[in-house]
């Protein structure tokens, strides 16, 4: 059991998922530190039925904190995270910033959870939200058929973006209500009623950053530098869970029916695909997976412009499984082992 | 100069569209008539400042009329059209009933005009609205360096389900402003919020009927069975226009700046790619392109998945060159010629 651990962006969007799960799934410790940034210090947070006050993310805070679960902007993470590590602390970290780094495990439990136990920086990084669902889904076909490509457009929720993005849609969507321009503080442009086809910013060879995150990560996280991924990241009018169009074109021929049992025996999978069933198909849907922890894949197909592509639609919370799940995941393998 | 022409649901979506283009385009008759179904027979139409009536579409409705341009469902065009060919009118039909019909023209006149003057069965068909935007952004690709695949995922309006479509979305963007349940009669899921990876009935191997239209319309209008296509159908909470991630592979391979080039070309297509633009992005997003009658491209950017692959995003109106524009363009055409 851990003496002390710290949940740093408590107050944010993930952060207060991670709190649930902390307090549902039994995590064992000891002590528990709430931090945030010095705008959110002095907050109090209830947990467990306790009020607690949210301490400012000082570099100090960290002192005999043995496990932290981050979930800051890139920035921070980037200027706190060597802090925190040098004070002793373990850090299981979900921005960006650290992902990339080859000293830096990027973990998804069900498919390298062993890789956590290789730290020398101190930190283990959660993949990115749209990164995670998308893995979870070819991890069976992979290990099966072996992955060459993958083509995936993603249809992202605005909670992705944060609480000011679930501002944002949620104001539009008052202003359309009541028949008045939308305004936005967080998008581009106004995401009520649109699509946005960018998140993240412009990076090498016109893909956004939210786009190579689809590439470069799937790659560290199967192991596999030879898997070629084409990546389309689009915002869309929905408050909480992404959903993905992807598909997998696979050196061995994996059929539907394949395909179904492989992502059945996936643990954090779950198979919802029957598009028939008397005029009421079942597949995935944002609307109905918010709240839940597992990846949801439905609409499996064999692609018709490949013969050993697979076709297929996947929607996950993008804060549970796609940030806080994930992390706290790390942690009870952390503590409990496989 | 056509003595007689009649309108065709004409109280409908596309319909409404269509008497608006009819009138803003001067397009040439001497007399015009409304016609739509039963239930709408009787309500007046307001045209270039007048007042008509709208007439019940029976067969005798088509007695003396040269032309129609007809926006009905499926089974309407079924039983309606052939008795309207009878009595000596041209239809132009913007249903899917038929469209695969080997002896009706499938047309976008930016494409294959001189289709439409080979019409045994004395109808033309208009395209499915998705398949038009995809067909005019692969021509150009297709004429320079042949398509062999396309992998298209839709993200597609409401106002394509009609009339009921636009309102579930309404009356949901309402129950969620409000706090209220949402309540749904077009489509068989909440849309506010929501992405529904089904559009059409189920048919072979697992997609949709509006799937299968991406793929055999597109075949149809470039005149080549050859190209695959592996098609995604989503219905994402937008009012009106739908976008497309399009990934197309040729087999001579077209580099960003010669498909920029190719694109800007295309008569009907405008280009608007500029990610960068110091910080706010210029894409197409159906926010913005309601109204127009151009077919709008940008996200354009080499694949990273093959070599001869090209990624893009398109957005269209799709009441307007997804339907109604498209009908009165082959209306033009067959007046004026090319």
New interface residues.
């Given amino acids: 059991m851990y003496e002390s651990i710290a949940v740093v962006g408590a107050t944010g969007a993930v952060g207060s998922i991670v709190l649930e799960l902390l307090d549902k799934r039994n995590f064992p410790y000891k002590t528990i530190k709430f931090l945030a940034s010095k705008r959110s210090a002095g907050k109090t947070i209830i947990f467990k039925g306790q009020s607690h006050t949210v301490e400012e993310s000082t570099p100090e805070a960290f002192v005999g904190v043995q496990l932290a679960i981050a979930s800051t902007p890139d920035e921070t993470a980037r200027d706190l995270l060597p802090d925190a590590v040098k004070r002793g602390t373990l850090v299981i970290d979900e921005s960006g910033y650290w992902r990339m780094d080859p000293d830096v495990p990027l973990v998804v439990p069900e498919i390298n959870a062993a890789a956590a136990k290789n730290a020398p920086k101190g930190i283990i990084s959660s993949p990115n939200c749209s990164t995670t669902q998308l893995v979870m889904a070819v991890k069976p076909l992979h290990d099966y058929g072996k992955a060459k ?3 995936v ?1 993603t ?1 992202q929720a605005v909670s992705g973006a944060g609480m000011l993005g679930t501002a944002d849609l949620e104001n539009g ?2 202003a ?3 028949g008045r321009e939308q305004t936005v503080e967080c998008f ?3 995401i ?7 998140i993240g910013s ?1 990076k090498e ?4 950053s939210e786009e190579l995150k689809l ?1 470069y990560e799937t790659r560290k996280i199967l192991g596999d530098d030879s898997i ?5 990241a ?1 915002r ?4 909480n869970c992404h ?1 993905e ?1 992807i ?1 997998v074109e696979t050196e061995r021929k994996i059929t ?1 029916s394949k395909a179904r049992e492989l992502f059945a025996a996936m643990p954090g999978v779950v198979v919802q695909d029957d ?2 069933n008397r ?3 079942q ?6 997976c918010s709240g839940r922890d597992e990846v949801f894949i ?9 013969d050993t ?1 697979l ?1 297929f ?1 996947c929607v996950c919370d993008n804060l549970r499984k796609g940030a806080a799940t994930n992390a706290v995941q790390i942690a009870e393998y952390l503590q409990y082992g496989a």
Same sequence: chains 1, 2.
């Fill in positions: 490509r993958i083509v457009s249809y969507i008052r359309i209500a009541e581009p442009y106004p009520a009623g649109n699509c946005i086809p960018q412009p060879q016109g893909y956004t590439l070629k991924v084409c990546p389309t689009v869309v009018p929905v408050v959903s169009s598909l539907v598009l028939d005029g009421q198909g597949y995935p849907m944002p609307y109905f439905g609409r499996i197909r064999e692609d018709l412009s490949c592509g076709a639609w």
